[in-house]
């Protein structure tokens, strides 16, 4: 695609006049204008997002209603400057998630100023934890979407190995990833996506039940399980729906799986 400053109309033909109506239904006449502010560098990470938010559509069947004019005013500045995988899949997913019948209904902002206020780095990580908590197989598997239901006031604690996160955040020699990781575990936690992560625990056998590996371990929250719902385009569902269903889909970026899922509040 052409990264060339182009005018509205151009930028319209160039990301696809169908594309842009079926995303954003409606709406999409009232996105021209200010697509033009960006086209000279980001119509192809917008072109990104607008794909996964139709494959997110097509998925859920939302094929009719639009999107906020507030949602795209929030939108279209973090999409045109997206390079990363993982944070187009988000906004994508937000995006699906936005369009409805109701046009006072713009709960995506909210989304969208969290993810906004998110590095990179966090962005992966929180997809990177919440995805594997579906992915659990092990003792108590079939309850753990029940004990995360908000008034029963339980908790899960998520045990994630150490090298097993660093693979997946695929982190290069020139970047510290241990000051990484701190940044990742403290914000997470201080925007309410997580409860916990930041402490690494290395292997100790005198400590009963602990895993011998180097590991990390941290408490999914609501916001938390919304987020990530939000961002795989089920934004219109309750948490009751956080289930591994959600992921029956192959073109989901890679993720990991989790060490050990524990029911209740572990402190090791």
């Known amino acids: 695609m052409s990264s060339e400053l182009i005018g509205p109309e151009g930028v319209i033909a160039t990301a696809g006049a169908k594309l842009l109506f079926d995303v954003f239904g409606d709406t999409a006449k009232l996105i021209g204008k200010r697509l033009s502010l960006y086209a000279e560098t980001g119509l192809d990470n917008l072109e990104r997002v607008l794909k996964r938010a139709h494959h997110r559509e097509s998925l859920t069947e939302k094929a009719s209603g639009a999107v906020s004019a507030r949602v795209i005013q929030h939108l279209l500045p973090e999409a045109c400057f997206c390079e990363d995988e993982v944070q187009a899949e988000y906004l994508g997913g937000i995006l699906a998630s936005a369009k409805g019948p109701v046009a006072r209904d713009d709960r995506a902002v909210s989304h969208l100023s969290l993810l906004s206020s998110l590095s990179t780095y966090q962005i992966r990580t929180h997809y990177l934890l919440y995805n594997c ?74 400590v009963r039940r602990q895993p011998n590996v180097a590991f990390r ?47 209740g509040r572990v402190n090791w």
Do not use: S
């Open 133 to 206: 908590i579906l992915r659990w197989r092990g003792q108590h598997a079939e309850l753990i979407g029940r004990w995360l239901i908000p008034d029963r006031h339980k908790n899960i604690t998520v045990a994630v190995t150490e090298e097993e996160f660093q693979r997946m955040m695929a982190f290069a020699t020139e970047e510290p990833a241990a000051a990484i990781c701190q940044h990742v575990f403290a914000g997470l936690e201080e925007r309410g996506l997580i409860k916990g992560g930041l402490h690494l625990v290395m292997p100790d056998p005198q």
């Open 217 to 263: 371990y941290f408490y999914p929250t609501v916001l938390g399980i919304e987020l990530f719902m939000w961002g795989l385009g089920h934004g219109d569902q309750t948490i009751q729906a956080y289930r591994p269903e959600l992921l029956n889909d192959e073109t989901l970026p890679p993720t990991m799986t989790p060490l050990h899922i524990e029911l």
